[in-house]
């Protein structure tokens, strides 16, 4: 039974990856900036003893270092940095300082502080492994439509974090990687998506635990067959 703490949990990709790992047996740290969310009170009904709720705003420090406070020095097999917020969706006119800066902390700088915070109980995991949900539209090379200046800088500067990430991790035996879950009905993704939710966690899950050493570092798809382009 692996330990696998998902951040963003209270809905969306997060909510549906904590319910399949919940499923297949795993134990889950959910969390989510509202602990008492409704979707996760549901679960814990149900899954009392493998899920635990945890307060986490992923963008405020004193937050992170609660949560890992609380952990202690509970083993971490599995870290999914997914939460995210999309900003803006406009051209240059309507990126902005204020809004910019909230997508950056909350996409790039947050999973890097929490995977600091966290380094100390990943080391204690068995195959620790560090997957972050980035996008495709974080990739510049397959950069063909522009807009969403900040989303998608942000989601670029978590993908040069991941790998960094990699190499720091190398000799500590725990791996990181970037993974792009398609293009995914939730909020963020909105209802005309392609890809239903539990294909795209289903996708995730089998991804990082196919993982391996050489490929620690690289930008992976949630489908598995390729890596995508930097
Ligand atoms: N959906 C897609 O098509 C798509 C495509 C490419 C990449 N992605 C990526 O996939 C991941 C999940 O996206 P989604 O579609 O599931 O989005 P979503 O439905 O909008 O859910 C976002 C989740 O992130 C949480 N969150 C936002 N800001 C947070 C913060 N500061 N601290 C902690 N949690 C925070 C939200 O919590 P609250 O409920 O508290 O707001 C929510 O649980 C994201 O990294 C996203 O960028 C999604």
């Known amino acids: 039974m692996k330990h696998v703490i998902v951040t963003g949990a209270s809905r969306g990709i997060g909510l549906e ?9 795993d134990r889950v740290t959910a969390a989510a900036r ?5 979707s996760l009170a549901e679960l814990v009904k149900s899954q009392a003893d493998r899920l635990t709720v945890r307060a986490l705003d ?3 420090q004193s937050s992170i270092d609660a949560f890992a406070s609380a952990l202690g020095d509970a083993p971490v097999d599995v870290l999914v940095n997914n939460a995210a917020i999309a900003g803006h969706r406009g051209a240059l006119e ?10 950056f902390a909350t996409n ?13 109980n990943l080391r204690r995991g068995t195959d620790p492994r560090v997957a972050h949900i980035t996008s495709g539209m974080g990739s510049i090379s397959e950069n063909t439509s522009g807009g ?10 978590l993908n040069m974090a991941s790998k960094n990430l990699a190499l720091e991790f190398e000799h500590e035996g725990i791996l990181s990687a970037v993974i792009n879950p398609g293009w995914v009905k939730t909020d963020m993704g909105g209802q005309g998506a392609p890809t239903d939710v539990r294909d795209s966690a289903a996708g995730i899950i089998r991804v990082i635990d196919g993982l391996t050493a ?7 798809d949630y489908r598995g067959e390729r890596e995508i382009g930097w």
């Not at 969403?148 to 500067?157: H, N, Q």
């Not at 050489?214 to 992976?220: D, I, K, W």
């Open 214 to 220: 050489p490929r620690s570092g690289a930008f992976l």
């Open 148 to 157: 969403w200046y900040a989303y998608r800088m942000s989601k670029a500067a």
């Open 94 to 103: 309507s990126f902005a300082m204020d809004e910019a800066l909230e997508v």
């Open 17 to 25: 990856l904590v319910r399949q790992y919940l499923s297949r047996g």
């Open 58 to 60: 992923v963008k405020t």
């Open 108 to 120: 790039a700088i947050g999973p890097v502080l929490l995977t600091r915070a966290l380094r100390k």
């Open 34 to 38: 509202d602990a008492s969310a409704a």
